[in-house]
């Protein structure tokens, strides 16, 4: 099979809507995703991000606009689309009444790979994530995070150059799941594209080379992760005073002074810390500037840019939830690959 030529975006998406009677899941998005880089992709339950991954991986099919996935058309080229990707969803799709090795063999010979081909890529990738040992094991055998990490495994049998992973660290402990953002950086390093959805923030702030935030089926921010944080609210200067007597009183100085722009300090009994909101190095200057004059002994001083947590709560107005999405799809409506 001759591989179309693609462009530098692994993924282009414009004006993709999907209705599930009268809800309209995914809703007029546009989106690029480059080669060689994780796009992260965040937002709260049902906002459709499950939805998005289905159609781009030819397990729905859009209502309306269009999407091309390495070169190929997601509605008119499905059957070459699907040699190109794959796919790790919320839950591991293994057969627990075979072994390891069995599942990632069966795999490779229904993607059309040659028996021994397929059993190469096999071993090949049992060793790669650590499995070898359980290679002969039943997986029902298995535990949470060797089960993910065949799921894996079985998602880059075909060298995809573009693998979708939908909540993949759902339900893993945070060993495990380090073991799982390792392996998906060392997959982007070999020069694949990772379409990325998730809830966790630790995750998408370690993995992701840029976010997309997706609210009710549409998309209401996009950038790097610095570029987000500054969109919702710049830097927070937290002063420590020497002396925690002085914290209510370094407070009332700042809103005495009227200093430009500056406003809105509050202190914090518990961790003993004065927060300032500022938008601009001059107005940083102009704090530390005034509790010098005024005599304010200091033990620390820094800035920092909001969280990723933070950033989530301001643009959707819910908090980041490690739940499973509630997806819009009916059963009868989903469309089978």
């Known amino acids: 099979m001759t591989r179309q030529k693609t462009t530098a975006n692994a993924v282009e998406v414009r004006g993709l809507v999907k209705h599930f009677g009268e809800t309209r899941a995914v809703d007029g998005i546009d989106l690029d995703v480059r080669e060689g880089t994780v796009m992260g992709v965040l937002g709260p339950n049902g906002a459709g991000k499950t939805t998005l991954v289905r159609i781009l991986s030819t397990l729905l099919q859009p209502d309306a606009g269009q999407a091309t996935v390495a070169g190929y058309d997601v509605v008119r080229q499905p059957r070459e689309l ?77 060298r995809p150059r573009v693998l979708y992973l939908d909540e993949p660290t759902t339900g893993l402990d945070p060993r495990t799941r380090n073991e799982v953002w390792d392996e998906v950086q060392n997959i982007v390093a070999d020069g694949n594209t990772v379409l990325l959805t998730t809830q966790y923030m630790e995750e998408a702030e370690r993995l992701a080379s840029e976010l997309t935030v997706i609210d009710r089926g549409k998309i209401i921010a996009e950038g790097r992760v610095p570029e987000l944080k500054a969109k919702v609210g710049g830097r927070t200067l937290e002063i420590r005073p020497q002396r925690a007597a002085e914290l209510h009183q370094l407070v009332g100085a700042l809103a005495q002074a009227g200093l430009d722009g500056v406003g809105g300090a509050t202190a914090s009994e518990e961790t003993g810390v004065v927060s300032v909101p500022i938008v601009s190095d001059e107005q940083l200057t102009a704090v530390v500037g005034l509790l010098g004059e005024r005599g304010f002994g200091i033990a620390d001083i820094a800035t920092h840019l909001p969280s990723l947590d933070e950033v989530f709560l301001a643009l959707t107005g819910q908090k980041a939830t490690h739940e499973d999405e509630t997806a819009y799809v009916d059963e009868k409506e989903e469309v089978a690959a």
């Not at 190109?84 to 063999?105: F, H, M, P, R």
């Not at 090949?124 to 949470?144: C, D, I």
């Open 82 to 158: 699907r040699r190109t990707i794959g796919l790790t969803g919320q839950y591991a799709s293994v057969d627990e009444k075979l072994s390891g090795w069995e599942n990632l063999y069966m795999i490779g010979r229904l993607l059309d790979l040659p028996r021994l081909q397929s059993r190469r890529r096999a071993d090949e990738m049992l060793e790669r994530f650590s499995l070898t040992e359980a290679a002969r094991r039943p997986v029902s055998k298995y535990s949470g995070g060797m089960r993910r990490r065949l799921d894996l495994a079985a998602s880059m049998i075909g």
